[in-house]
């Protein structure tokens, strides 16, 4: 597994006045009425009913804690994909409005990071990010090459980091999911798998007990 600390020279994006104007409409918004003409309507943008309608992405990553000992905690990330195009790299921690964690995991400096410190899937890569702007960082776990993507309808798991003690943001923070389309997906981590996704849990659970079946009376 090969992990690094990536330096990012990100700045945090400006939004337009008209756009932060737009991002306050709702689905409720079909229309809006003109202040020069209280008569007319104006149809709502496509790109909010866009917005709207992708509201719910096909993507759930799920979170689970382990307590070690020492007092240091595990966080484990399990990403589902329940959409059709499968997935190349993820974010933990990092949103439209900057890095999220405070956090750094055992041992990790922004010159090395331990190999004990943070686990990854078959063929993925590890990295820390940290940014000029703030004293925050983000996990980014990107596949090697392809063969290692997850398939719209999988899910995998084994993305996990190590911390010195419990830190609430990692199981309520942003993250971002990249396909191979160039397409990105956002949302917050999850403690429970989606029911309606319909796909399985990278985790086995136990096999039903067997069926008995009792001779009739």
Same mark, same amino acid.
């Given at each position: 597994m090969?992990?690094?600390?990536?330096? #990012? =020279?990100? &700045?945090?994006?400006?939004?337009?006045?008209?756009?932060?104007?737009?991002l306050?409409?709702?689905?409720?918004?079909?229309?809006?009425?003109?202040?020069?003409?209280?008569?007319s309507?104006?149809?709502?943008?496509? &790109?909010?009913? =866009?917005?709207?309608?992708?509201s719910t $992405? /096909?993507? *759930?990553?799920?979170? #689970?804690?382990? *307590?070690?000992?020492? !007092?240091?905690?595990?966080?484990?990330?399990?990403?589902?994909?329940?959409?059709?195009?499968?997935?190349?790299?993820?974010?933990?921690?990092?949103?439209?409005?900057?890095?999220?964690?405070?956090?750094?995991?055992?041992? &990790?400096?922004?010159?090395?990071?331990?190999?004990?410190?943070?686990? #990854? @899937?078959?063929?993925w890569?590890?990295?820390?990010?940290?940014?000029?702007?703030? $004293?925050? *960082?983000?996990?980014?776990?990107?596949? &090697?090459? +392809?063969?290692?993507?997850? @398939? !719209?309808?999988? +899910?995998? !798991?084994?993305?996990?980091?190590?911390?010195?003690?419990?830190d609430?943001?990692?199981?309520?923070?942003s993250?971002?999911?990249?396909?191979?389309?160039?397409?990105?997906?956002? !949302?917050?981590?999850?403690?429970?798998?989606?029911? +309606?996704?319909g796909?399985? $849990?990278?985790? *086995?659970?136990? $096999?039903? /007990?067997?069926?008995?079946?009792?001779? @009739? =009376?």
């Amino acid at each position: 597994m090969h992990a690094m600390v990536r330096f #990012s =020279k990100r &700045a945090l994006p400006a939004l337009p006045v008209v756009a932060i104007w737009w991002l306050g409409l709702t689905a409720a918004d079909a229309t809006m009425t003109s202040q020069d003409d209280p008569g007319s309507t104006v149809p709502s943008s496509p &790109a909010v009913a =866009k917005a709207n309608a992708e509201s719910t $992405p /096909p993507v *759930t990553i799920v979170v #689970s804690t382990t *307590t070690l000992s020492g !007092g240091e905690v595990e966080y484990s990330y399990d990403v589902v994909n329940g959409g059709a195009i499968p997935i190349t790299a993820i974010e933990i921690g990092d949103s439209l409005y900057g890095s999220q964690l405070l956090t750094w995991p055992v041992g &990790a400096t922004q010159d090395s990071i331990p190999p004990e410190c943070c686990s #990854s @899937p078959t063929g993925w890569r590890f990295e820390i990010i940290t940014t000029e702007e703030q $004293p925050t *960082t983000y996990l980014y776990w990107v596949r &090697a090459d +392809s063969p290692y993507e997850i @398939p !719209g309808g999988h +899910s995998l !798991g084994g993305f996990s980091v190590r911390l010195p003690h419990a830190d609430t943001l990692y199981e309520t923070c942003s993250w971002t999911a990249f396909l191979n389309d160039g397409e990105e997906y956002e !949302g917050v981590v999850q403690n429970t798998y989606p029911v +309606s996704v319909g796909v399985r $849990p990278p985790r *086995t659970a136990a $096999p039903p /007990p067997p069926r008995v079946d009792r001779a @009739p =009376k």
